[in-house]
């Protein structure tokens, strides 16, 4: 049976998380139904692989998946096809390739990245709305600066992991982390970018909701480094909700698409 890796692009808004459930609406039942309608092989009960499990509410602009299908399609025949069968869900597939047997969207990952979007203004967002997590007051940027600096390189990440994480181990090595600052009308908009292998489950809003209380004035830079060697839930920062979250790109050892992953 070929193999397809697949670029997905999607609004998390509407589903309750990436993973397929059986009484709520899931981005990868959303693929999987509209799959088992054009290809016969992709039985009822057929699953497809992706690179990250995304909670409810988190969008994505660059998640991959794979799925092995009956028929020999050409990529893009099958994403214009999967695109049409779904309509009108919030889901694209952006591009889709053939891959070899041995490639999996989440073993074969080399690196995933995620961005974060924080509205601070007090007008209410509009066009941005489910899109951003908003607050009322500017930020102090060199303050968060210097507390996600804190973050950077191989660390026992348990402060800032989920009580649900099903990892086998906090340690987890973050490879960068860059926050921007835009105008925006009568705002800021405040983009947080991480990369890393993998991440623990909450881990990036657990960290962007530690940041914020630095950038408001709560928490001085180096408490992020005190909250990190304590090693304890209790001494993270609020972690921010989900909307302002997205996958922006899984990177491999050679890129399926043929282009920066």
Known sequence: MPRFAFKVEYDGAPFAGWQAQADRASVQGA?????????SGFAAGARIAAAGRTD???????????????????????????????????????????????????????ERRYLFRLLARRAPATHDRGLVWQVQNPLNLEAMRQG???????????????????AKSPL????????????????????????????LHNQVRSIVGTLERVGAGSWPPERVADALAARDRAACGPVCPPQGLYLTGVAYPMDPFGEDA
């Open 148 to 166: 996600a600096a804190h973050l950077v390189g191989a660390h026992d990440f348990t402060t800032f992991r989920s009580s649900i994480c099903q």
């Open 56 to 110: 409810a509410g988190v969008h994505a602009t660059g998640q991959v998946a794979h799925a092995d299908l009956a028929r020999d399609w050409d990529p893009f025949r099958l994403a214009e096809a999967l695109n049409w069968h779904l309509k009108p869900q919030p889901v694209a597939i952006l591009t889709a390739a053939r891959v070899d047997d041995d490639f999996h969207a989440r073993f074969s990952a080399t």
């Open 172 to 199: 987890k090595t973050l490879d960068e982390i860059t926050i921007d600052e835009i105008a925006v009308p009568q705002g800021r908009e405040y983009r947080f970018s991480l990369r890393a292998r993998s991440f």
């Open 31 to 39: 693929i999987e139904a509209a799959l088992a309608r054009l290809d």
